[in-house]
């Protein structure tokens, strides 16, 4: 598996979950140590980084930043591939959209309200579509599994959705108060929803309707959230901690409290794999003092958990994503 983070300071680190093992424990995965190991820092941008988006299975690896361009890395041979300069403003979210383990898109939304779509083979720029009016800056992005529509808010409160198929914007509305973050998810029962983060409330909606199913306090502004395919979502922010939600009833089920020193600014939770390996019980979070940790969610209980690996970048984080590729 790997990480990738970006910085105030204008750096992209990429790290690699390995196991140390014992020649005579190889076979036995729960007896060896996790580590993260570093693959790559480059100052992959002039402004500050904004964002960042690994597609779930694959090596591919892409960052915004306030220098209005997108960078791309491949993990596998930690590689940088370069700019993509199509956008006119600064870049505030990105999303791969993969159809199993082959990413097909990644779109990137800007402080123009411009949604830049690319052909994840060769990063061609199929469109540009306007998702929110020029003087409206996007504050984050979800592609729906299908990879038909796309949502994204803004920052002056707006919820929008785009058809990718047609190339247009297919719906727009005003939110009580401004998102800032926005997730395809499911239930447990496979109920297909959206969450969004705004101030200290999840909403979890129905994508059907958009009618609001539950709405979750988590007592402090909500900086990253993530999604796992069991129906919990992560949540972490001004708290310091990284709370568990079961999307069907809308409570707690579990919380790291005091997970990090500082606000967390990013959590990845990795896709659960078909040999059913212990990985899909990992996630990892980043806080702004510069510290990447991953948990082991079985762990987290009453008591504080001790996190499996831990590296320090020693900057100010701004934003988290991983894969699964090892």
Same mark, same amino acid.
């Given at each position: 598996?790997?990480?990738?983070?970006?910085?105030?300071?204008?750096?992209? $680190?990429?790290? &690699?979950?390995?196991?140390?093992?014992?020649?005579?424990?190889?076979?036995?995965?729960?007896?060896?140590?996790?580590?993260?190991?570093?693959?790559?820092?480059?100052?992959?941008?002039?402004?500050?980084?904004?964002?960042?988006?690994?597609?779930?299975?694959?090596?591919?690896?892409?960052?915004?930043?306030?220098?209005?361009?997108?960078?791309?890395?491949? @993990?596998?041979? !930690?590689?940088?591939? =370069?700019?993509?300069?199509?956008? &006119?403003?600064?870049?505030?979210? /990105?999303?791969?959209? &993969?159809?199993?383990?082959?990413?097909?898109?990644?779109?990137?939304?800007?402080?123009?309200?411009? @949604?830049?779509?690319?052909? !994840?083979?060769?990063?061609? /720029?199929?469109?540009?579509?306007?998702?929110?009016?020029?003087?409206?800056?996007?504050?984050?992005?979800?592609?729906?599994?299908?990879?038909?529509?796309?949502?994204?808010?803004?920052?002056?409160?707006?919820?929008?959705?785009?058809?990718?198929?047609?190339?247009?914007?297919?719906?727009?509305?005003?939110?009580?108060?401004?998102?800032?973050?926005?997730?395809?998810?499911?239930?447990?029962?496979?109920?297909?929803?959206?969450?969004?983060?705004?101030?200290?409330?999840?909403?979890?909606?129905?994508?059907?309707?958009?009618?609001?199913?539950?709405?979750?306090?988590?007592?402090?502004?909500?900086?990253?959230?993530?999604?796992?395919?069991?129906?919990?979502?992560?949540? =972490?922010?001004?708290?310091?901690?990284?709370?568990? $939600? *079961?999307?069907?009833?809308?409570?707690?089920?579990?919380?790291?409290?005091?997970?990090?020193?500082?606000?967390?600014?990013?959590?990845?939770?990795?896709?659960?794999?078909? *040999?059913?390996?212990? @990985?899909?019980? /990992?996630?990892?979070?980043? &806080?702004?003092?510069?510290?990447?940790?991953? $948990? *082991?969610?079985?762990?987290?209980?009453?008591?504080?958990?001790?996190?499996?690996?831990?590296?320090?970048?020693? !900057?100010?984080?701004?934003?988290?994503?991983?894969?699964?590729?090892?």
């Amino acid at each position: 598996m790997a990480l990738v983070a970006g910085s105030y300071e204008r750096f992209i $680190w990429g790290f &690699s979950l390995k196991t140390l093992t014992s020649p005579a424990a190889a076979t036995d995965s729960s007896s060896g140590t996790l580590t993260l190991a570093p693959l790559f820092s480059y100052p992959a941008h002039t402004g500050p980084v904004r964002c960042v988006a690994a597609a779930p299975r694959a090596g591919l690896a892409a960052s915004g930043g306030a220098d209005d361009s997108v960078c791309l890395y491949d @993990l596998p041979t !930690a590689a940088d591939l =370069g700019p993509l300069l199509d956008p &006119s403003a600064a870049v505030s979210a /990105l999303a791969f959209y &993969s159809r199993g383990p082959v990413p097909r898109n990644l779109l990137a939304a800007c402080d123009d309200g411009a @949604l830049h779509l690319y052909d !994840a083979d060769g990063f061609a /720029l199929l469109a540009t579509l306007r998702a929110f009016p020029r003087h409206e800056a996007a504050e984050g992005l979800a592609v729906h599994p299908s990879g038909r529509v796309a949502l994204a808010v803004g920052r002056a409160g707006a919820l929008a959705m785009v058809n990718l198929v047609r190339g247009r914007r297919s719906f727009a509305c005003r939110l009580e108060r401004p998102a800032s973050a926005v997730s395809y998810a499911e239930d447990k029962d496979g109920g297909d929803r959206f969450v969004m983060a705004a101030e200290e409330k999840v909403t979890v909606h129905d994508s059907e309707d958009a009618r609001i199913i539950h709405e979750m306090d988590c007592s402090k502004r909500v900086l990253a959230m993530a999604p796992a395919k069991n129906g919990v979502l992560y949540t =972490g922010g001004e708290d310091r901690g990284i709370t568990a $939600w *079961d999307l069907s009833s809308g409570k707690v089920s579990s919380r790291i409290e005091g997970a990090h020193a500082t606000r967390v600014k990013g959590v990845v939770v990795f896709d659960t794999r078909k *040999d059913g390996s212990e @990985l899909c019980n /990992l996630i990892a979070s980043a &806080s702004s003092d510069g510290v990447i940790r991953v $948990w *082991d969610v079985r762990t987290i209980g009453n008591a504080k958990p001790t996190p499996l690996a831990e590296a320090n970048t020693k !900057a100010r984080l701004t934003c988290l994503a991983g894969t699964s590729l090892k």
